[in-house]
């Protein structure tokens, strides 16, 4: 065998004979050629003996396979550097939107979708009135009214970065994941897209609307002097009460009725409800906003009522208040001349009335996150209410 493994290298006086003599450009491709041949004689001469030595062992073709494996698993490594960016990006992305999600406040850009898109129901009188003119119409009401709302509640977290850092720490601007500067980029930009939208749009009604929801929410929140309203609980209590009852049923019906529709105004008995109840509802969602955030609204001096009157009291006046508001639905309800009004806004309001009475037995007053979970549960009822409004008749 040796003498096999020792004949397969070349004898170097085979290759160049003395007095013999060729020009370096031709012997030299030759003399590498000859020694990668016999290189490559030697590897599979040994792979031979292994393979055939070892009884039991792989054979030869398995042999080469798994070299073919190895180089081939070497040449993916080198593509995965790509790949990890691409992770990377992917998940930098990700974060990006979460921070976004949370900074807009999704509950109340809920809100404030929904309610547009059921007052907008309220201006239609007949089933040809649901056309591309329609959603048009909603469209551009629902888009202009969500920039201002992030500007609103935008303003609002940028007022508030020591008080958040208490009361919702996980917040972008609390947190640190988004800088002053970011945040106010962010306000500014669709404070200003939300005013060039009700511009273009040419809806008056609609302009008004977003003009009056920037002076009040501005007033509301910006710290400088005759203003930040929300330190004083009735004051802030009447922003959210003229934004949320008045100005989302009136304003955006009227954009519907005259802007969209060419119609005289009109005051109908489900916006004069609508107007009404949705004006108890803002009141309970101001009063009770207020509730989880006492302990930083009493360090930094926000005399909520909250703060003044105390946790349980406020809480189960909201409560009541609901509940009133529940009780007046069911009466117009009874008193509509339509059948299938009356029994499914009936039924409708007297459920979530039991609904909303065994859900607020079970809070528990010393745990911060039972009554936050509470208060996003009147959110889902005032969504619930927005659903049942366009069927009052």
Known sequence: MNSLLLGSFPNKASLVTPGSYAPPTA??????IKKEYNFLRFKQSSLVFRCEGIEGGPTCQECNRKHIVKATSGQSFESEPPAFDSKRILTSVKNSLDAFYRFSRPHTVIGTALSIVSVSLLAVQKSSDISPLFFTGVLEAVVAALFMNIYIVGLNQLSDIEIDKINKPYLPLASGEYSIGT????????????????WI?????????????????????????????????????????????????????????THVYKRPVVFSRPLIFATAFMSFFSVVIALFKDIPDIEGDRIFGIQSFSVRLGQQRVFWICVSLLEVAYGVALMVGAASPCLWSKIITGVGHAA??????????????????????????????????????????
């Open 201 to 257: 749009v040419g809806s008056w009604p609609l302009f008004w609307a977003l003009f009056i929801s920037f002076v009040l929410g501005t007033a509301y929140s910006i710290d400088v002097p005759l203003l930040r309203w929300k330190r004083f609980a009735v004051l802030a209590a009447m922003c959210i009460l003229a934004v949320r009852a008045v100005i989302v049923q009136l304003a955006f019906f009227l954009h519907m009725q």
């Open 352 to 393: 979530m009335a039991l609904i909303l009475w065994f859900r607020a037995k079970s809070v528990d007053f010393k745990n911060k996150a039972s009554i936050t979970s509470f208060y996003m549960f009147i959110w889902k009822l005032f969504y619930a209410e927005y659903l049942l409004i366009p069927l009052v008749r």
């Open 27 to 32: 012997s030299w491709p030759k003399r590498k």
């Open 183 to 198: 945040g106010v980029t962010i306000v500014a930009s669709f404070s200003l897209l939300s005013f060039w939208l009700g």
